[in-house]
């Protein structure tokens, strides 16, 4: 059984509501319904290694559960459509100043043969002669133009490999 204590989730309850509000979204204000969220990513953490979305079904094998790792690939835009993300952890403005109700939202995750089928995809490149190749953060959409990605992107805070390689350099 897995232990996760009150203090472990008031402490990334702080750091994400700290990190939320400087990129520029916010928590759910339901404070309870908020921190049993927080206790799934800790549970999910300590079974797959990661912060696998509460509200989703792991895999538990990373590379394929990557979108679903909170925050998910798919919260921006569900925050756009719904106010909300899947699981309702994100809202938007008009949620969270009560102007409005969190909804449930459909499933965007496409299911495995679409994701197999997408990933074969080639990107549509169409600019040339970049002397380094360009990184989109998968979440949030960040661009940045280096080596490799960076470790963590500076407005959504998720890991390297969240970052996909956008356009390549010409070398």
């Known amino acids: 059984m897995i232990n996760i204590t009150d203090e472990e989730i008031q402490r990334v309850y702080e750091k994400l509501n700290r990190e939320a509000k400087q990129s520029g979204y916010n928590l759910n204000p339901d404070l309870e319904f908020t921190k049993s969220l927080i206790k799934g990513l800790l549970v999910n953490e300590n079974r797959y290694g990661y912060w696998a979305c509460p509200c989703r079904l792991a895999s538990g ?60 995809k080639p990107m ?7 002397p380094l190749p360009v990184w989109r953060c998968k979440v949030c959409g960040y661009l940045c133009a280096r080596e490799e990605p960076p470790e963590t992107c500076p407005i959504c805070k998720v890991k390297k490999e969240r970052f996909e390689l956008f356009i390549p350099a010409d070398k």
Do not use: F, H, M, W
């Open 61 to 120: 094998k990373k590379d394929q559960d990557l979108d679903i790792i909170c925050p998910c690939d798919y919260r921006d835009a569900d925050l756009n459509d719904y106010d909300a993300c899947y699981c309702c952890l994100y809202v938007s403005g008009r949620v969270a100043r009560g102007e409005k109700k969190a909804t449930s939202i459909p499933e965007r995750r496409p299911v495995p043969e679409q994701k197999a089928k997408k990933e074969l």
């Open 124 to 130: 549509d490149n169409t600019v040339s002669s970049l």
